[in-house]
C-alpha cells in the first residue's frame, strides 16, 4: 500500500513548526491532521483567537456566564478561596480537564474570544507578580479587571477607567501544571458543541 508522506506547517506568532508524518491510509491522515490542527491552533495565546471551553450540565443551546455567579464546583470555590474577585473559569482544552468533575454528564460550551484580551499571568509581561509580589494574586485581578469592592459590593469599571496598560484586558490565563485556565472578568455568552464535537475534542492524540 502506497504511503502518504505528508508536511504539516504550523506558523505561531514567534516560531515555524515543521512536522513530517507517513501515514497507510487517506482516513487515518485527514483525521490526524484534523487533531493536531485543533491542538496547536486553538490553545496559545498570541494567534489571533482562543477557544474557551467550559462544561455545565446545562441543556441549553447559549448560556450567558456572569462573574458575578461564578459556579459551585470545586475548582471554582477552591479558586476563589484565593481571591473572590469576579470571574467566569475556562479551560484551554478539554482534553486537559479535570476529568474527575467533568465526565459524560456535563456539556461542553465554547467561545471565542482575541488572544490579546487575555494577559498571560505565567509570562507576566507587565511583572506585576513583582509588583505585588507572589501572594499578591488578588490585587493583580483587580488591576487587571477593573472590578473594586466599594461598601461591601463588587463594581467594575469601565475599560477607559482602567490603567492605560490593561484597558483592553478581560481575561487572564494561568498554568496549573496539569491543565491551563483562563479567567473572563465579564459577562459572555458560550455556545453548546454536539456531543459528537465533544468526544472528538477530549480525545487524545
Known amino acids: ?11 505561531q ?6 512536522l513530517i508524518f507517513i501515514f497507510m491510509k ?3 491522515l485527514k483525521e490526524f491532521i484534523q487533531q493536531v490542527a485543533r491542538t496547536y491552533l486553538r490553545e496559545d495565546i498570541g494567534t489571533g483567537v482562543t477557544t474557551l ?3 455545565s450540565r446545562s441543556a441549553n443551546d447559549t448560556l450567558l456566564l ?9 475548582h471554582s470555590k477552591r479558586e476563589m478561596n484565593t481571591s473572590d474577585v469576579p470571574r467566569v473559569f475556562f479551560y484551554t482544552d478539554p482534553k ?3 476529568q474527575e468533575l467533568f465526565g459524560a454528564s456535563h456539556n461542553l460550551f465554547i467561545a471565542k474570544v482575541p488572544s490579546e484580551q487575555i494577559y ?3 509570562q507576566d509581561p507587565l511583572k506585576l507578580f513583582q509588583e505585588y509580589g507572589r501572594h499578591g494574586i488578588h490585587e493583580i485581578l483587580m488591576f487587571l479587571s477593573g472590578w473594586t469592592r466599594k461598601t461591601g459590593k463588587w463594581l467594575k469599571l469601565p475599560s477607559d477607567q482602567k490603567h492605560n496598560s490593561v484597558q483592553n484586558i478581560k481575561g487572564a490565563m494561568y498554568d496549573l501544571g496539569r491543565f491551563k485556565v483562563v479567567i473572563w472578568f465579564e459577562p459572555i455568552i458560550v455556545k ?3 456531543s459528537e464535537e465533544k468526544a472528538e475534542l477530549e480525545k487524545s492524540l
Request: net charge positive; charged share 25%; proline share 5%.
Open 1 to 11: 500500500m502506497l504511503q502518504k508522506i505528508v508536511t504539516v506547517t504550523f506558523l
Open 13 to 18: 506568532n514567534w516560531q515555524i513548526n515543521s
Open 26 to 28: 487517506n482516513r487515518e
Open 53 to 55: 471551553y467550559h462544561y
Open 66 to 74: 456572569d462573574p458575578e455567579r461564578v459556579g459551585s464546583n470545586p
Open 96 to 98: 486537559q480537564r479535570e
Open 120 to 122: 498571560d499571568l505565567k
Open 192 to 194: 453548546k458543541i454536539s
